[in-house]
């Protein structure tokens, strides 16, 4: 259990006696309190931040659902490999380390020693008409997530994000989302990496057939998960969960990254505390599921690409909430009046 030494009206105070007017940081403010509260300090730091994107590959893509072949998956797989996707670009612009892991890519990528090997199988099953993965590879996946966040955590690092790539996500992100939060899947669905309206009600008809043959699969977290999660998206799920059991801050990505947390937050209410969603999504079910989490995102830049992108552009507002609380004067410090009291 945790217990907190810092209390809650010791962050506030430090905050509210910084030479500004109350609040006058907006969201900054929150967000400094809430690295405060997570690290129990009233001089938080910011060390060897680290994200970590998970691959895999969607058996549902077979079934004419995404704008993109399901062999784009290993393609920028090799891409990441070679550092010329956008998630390479914003880790090395902000010093952020960058893991890349593949969690069940269709696709033998050799050894390389610029990807780890955490293959659980050479993708999902079709969810159409069958689970995606068994109990056990969807338990091997949780598994396997955490153990990663704690290889991280051991060089240090205290605050990490999760990214993704997996031709099929945001249909298997939105029937989870719709199972778990009981919202019919048209609220949920939205069109991914570039579907057209007729593509769009193909992959909803698709995703509803889906839900009416698992109708009778339990709604318990893990079982929704394993009929019809991919094996990224249970890495990440157990990866949240392990990077706020060791106390570590949590950036949550866009749609994906938000669903993971989702069946994260089902499993282990405690991972509310660390999580910080970073970008709102394009993609229609994000603004619902924030919505229902209510939670309020950094960044809406209409982005929706995925690869923990979101993290990467968000991590220097938590450099800056941090720099204010640690640096910027107090009245006191700075001999500056405070306002007036009436």
């Known amino acids: 259990m945790y217990t907190a030494t810092i209390t809650k009206q010791e962050i506030q105070a430090k905050i509210d006696l910084k030479t500004k ?31 970590i994107v998970f691959a895999a590959s969607h058996g549902i893509a077979s079934e004419g659902v995404s704008a993109y072949p ?28 960058l893991l890349l892991v593949d969690a069940g890519v269709d696709y033998d990528f050799g050894k390389n020693e610029k990807l780890v090997d955490a293959k659980v199988g050479f993708g999902t099953k079709s969810f159409l008409q069958q689970p995606a993965m068994t109990g056990a590879e969807c338990r091997q996946s ?12 051991e060089t240090g690092c205290n605050v990490i994000g999760f990214g993704e790539m997996g031709i099929g ?26 579907l057209d309206d007729d593509q769009l009600a193909k992959k909803i008809a698709v995703l ?14 893990e079982s929704v998960l394993a009929t019809f999660g991919g094996f990224e998206i249970a890495m990440m799920c157990g990866a949240m969960r392990e990077a706020a059991r060791l106390g570590m801050l949590v950036l949550v990505d866009g749609f994906i990254a938000s669903v993971s947390y989702l069946v994260a937050l089902k499993m282990d209410p405690g991972v509310q505390r660390n999580a910080v969603f970073c970008h709102q999504s394009n993609e229609k079910g994000h603004r619902l599921l924030l919505e229902s989490l209510e939670s309020e995102a950094l960044l809406k830049l209409d982005m929706r690409l995925g690869e923990g992108t979101g993290c990467a552009l968000a991590y220097p507002l ?13 009245f006191e410090s700075a001999g500056v009046s405070q306002k007036a009291e009436n």
């Open 169 to 194: 996500n945001t249909s298997s992100a939105s029937v989870i989302m719709s199972r778990l939060l009981d919202r019919p899947i048209s609220e949920c669905a939205g069109k991914g990496t570039g």
């Open 208 to 221: 509803t057939q889906a839900l009416e043959y698992h109708q009778n699969t339990g709604n318990d977290p």
């Open 318 to 330: 938590l450099q800056s909430a941090v720099a204010f609380l640690n640096e910027m004067a107090s």
């Open 21 to 51: 007017p109350l609040g006058a940081l907006g969201a900054l403010e929150k967000l400094a309190f809430q690295i405060a509260s997570v690290q129990d300090t009233l001089s938080p730091q910011l060390v060897s931040p680290h994200i």
């Open 142 to 153: 949780l598994e396997k997530g955490a153990e990663l966040v704690r290889q991280v955590q």
């Open 70 to 97: 399901s062999e784009v998956t290993p393609q920028m797989v090799l891409n990441f490999i070679g550092g010329g996707a956008a998630i390479n670009v914003f880790t090395r612009q902000h010093g952020i380390g």
